[in-house]
């Protein structure tokens, strides 16, 4: 009776042991029909001025009256950059106030969109969404969040890979995780803001992949969708899978879109309550070696003048190359039809491209240049990309 | 916290100590200047613990004429950007050095400015450096 005892408790503690158990399949993954490639036909140049250096949090391509355009907002001047990517002139610059009537606060987190008759502008620094006319007047300001409430469960975090997108009276903002949970099931990933009625809600969880296991830093809990008609096509660092949701949140399908350069994800510990349990305000190196060198999805961005769907993986460097002191990482671009089959994989040297400045235009796909500005710091490059077949 | 900290001050020591006396260390910044140890050094990186850089470089763009020590930035992403947010003048001060290349990798000299020690052009100690009181 005692050794079936003992049996009976080292089998429950086997038994308890949660073994983490992420998705992987070859179809769609590593077998896929691969007839379409990108291929470089181009190099457009922007000029820059002497208060604009090459990286920029908020970055879009654009089409005005037909001709294609490239906008960003400067963080070190605060200013808002229009360029015509088809002259490579620079047709519009406007100051940004950080305070007063028209003042638009600090900006250091932020995303803008472009609209025909104002520009929107999202700053997480203090949660509101500015409307502004292209004077540089402020036409509203929408509180997003309320930061004198705990309940803020997220973290809205845009940026150009992880842009906001409008719809209608509706803008979608990308977030991040706040803090760190024992159960993500309830985790909501994009604020839906309602420009008309003023009003806030939040939808698409987290899937479940969060739940087994401790993934290291936020950025791996961060979503990434894209507009597809009112739908919202989404993508999670850590999930093989894309989903698809209605403007409402509704799930409505998933696809398996695996990079053929990912062959597992494991997380950086099996125990998901480490992370509720750690103590966040301590710089952590074995945490940030294995969030810089695991790799992941980063965005999935919709090709509206091809119907294609592109997924962004990051293909990180090994911890020995991290520890060496490669901090920039490489990616592949996924092409995939607008059913979210796959037919094309291409790997791209991030020391050459920049992995958060990738852009649909009518061009083709545009990714800047690193290699160039470094050897010209008054111009910005783009390689311009179209698909091969 | 302040446990967290000292490791931090002793990781650089860690790695550089065990190297046949900061050797490695010490080709590297002579690498960037053969006259950068010829004073103690402050080292700056532009990327980590953003109060306690800000705070150093002010202190060295106020004090680089009596202080008496080299100053060293490093770990810059984006020359043009770091031109533009760091004083001309005092960049161009003969006490001042940027790793241009970034010989030295952020991985190895952390998140904090750290004050490099040197006799005769020999490092003799490495340790994290905070604005004097």
């Known amino acids: ?389 | 916290m302040k446990s967290v900290r000292l490791l931090f001050i002793f990781i650089p020591i860690l790695l550089f100590g065990c190297t046949n006396e900061f050797k490695s260390f010490e080709n590297e910044l002579l690498s960037i200047d053969e006259n950068i140890l010829e004073r103690d050094l402050i080292i700056i990186p532009k990327e980590g613990c953003t109060g306690c850089i800000l705070n150093v470089t002010y202190y060295a763009e106020q004090n680089i004429d009596s202080i008496n020590k080299n100053v060293l930035f490093t770990v810059i992403q984006d020359l043009k950007l770091f031109r533009l947010k760091v004083d001309s003048a005092f960049l161009s001060h003969d006490q001042v050095f940027i790793d241009e290349k970034n010989v030295i990798k952020s991985r190895n000299i952390g998140i904090y400015p750290i004050l490099v020690e040197t006799d005769d052009g020999k490092i003799i100690s490495v340790s994290e450096f905070s604005v004097p009181n």
Request: aromatic fraction near 14%; charge should be negative; glycine fraction near 4%.
């Open chain 1, 1 to 389: 009776m005692k050794n079936l005892i003992i049996i009976l408790i080292i089998l429950a503690s086997c038994d308890s042991k949660k073994k983490t158990e992420i998705y992987f399949q070859e179809a769609n993954g590593i077998e896929f029909n691969d007839s379409l490639s990108l291929e470089e036909t181009a190099i457009i140049s922007l000029n820059l001025d002497n208060e604009t250096s090459f990286h920029h949090k908020s970055m879009k391509s654009l089409e005005i009256d037909n001709t294609s355009y490239l906008s960003f907002i400067n963080a070190y001047n605060q200013h808002f950059y229009l360029y015509n990517l088809e002259t490579g002139e620079l047709e519009k610059k406007l100051k940004l106030d950080r305070e007063g009537p028209n003042g638009v606060g600090h900006l250091t987190i932020f995303d803008h969109a472009y609209l025909s008759d104002s520009l929107l502008l999202y700053n997480t620094w203090d949660a509101n969404l500015y409307i502004l006319d292209y004077q540089g007047n402020l036409l509203s300001k929408n509180e997003i969040l309320d930061f004198s409430k705990n309940s803020n469960s997220v973290s809205p975090e845009p940026a150009t890979m992880k842009p906001i997108r409008k719809v209608g009276d509706y803008v979608f903002i990308p977030c991040s995780i706040n803090q760190y949970l024992t159960d993500y099931s309830n985790q909501n990933s994009v604020i839906r803001y309602n420009l008309k009625t003023q009003e806030t809600d939040y939808m698409i969880n987290l899937p479940d992949n969060y739940n087994q296991g401790y993934w290291g830093a936020t950025f791996k809990y961060k979503i990434s969708f894209d507009m597809y008609g009112s739908d919202l096509i989404s993508s999670f660092p850590i999930d093989n899978f894309i989903y698809r949701y209605n403007s409402a949140g509704k799930y409505l399908n998933k696809y398996y879109v695996g990079s053929k350069f990912i062959k597992e994800f494991e997380p950086f510990k099996e125990d998901i309550n480490y992370g509720v349990e750690k103590d966040h305000s301590v710089p952590n190196q074995q945490q940030g070696d294995y969030s810089w060198s695991n790799s992941d999805y980063n965005a999935v961005i919709y090709d509206e003048f091809r119907d294609l769907f592109y997924r962004v993986a990051y293909i990180r460097p090994k911890k020995a190359e991290l520890e060496a002191g490669r901090s920039i990482t490489n990616f592949s671009i996924m092409i995939l039809t607008s059913n979210f089959e796959k037919v094309g994989e291409q790997y791209f040297d991030g020391l050459k491209y920049h992995p958060t400045m990738i852009l649909v235009s009518k061009q083709g796909l545009l990714m800047a240049r690193s290699d160039l500005y470094k050897e010209n710091e008054e111009l910005l490059s783009f390689s311009v990309f179209n698909i091969a077949k």
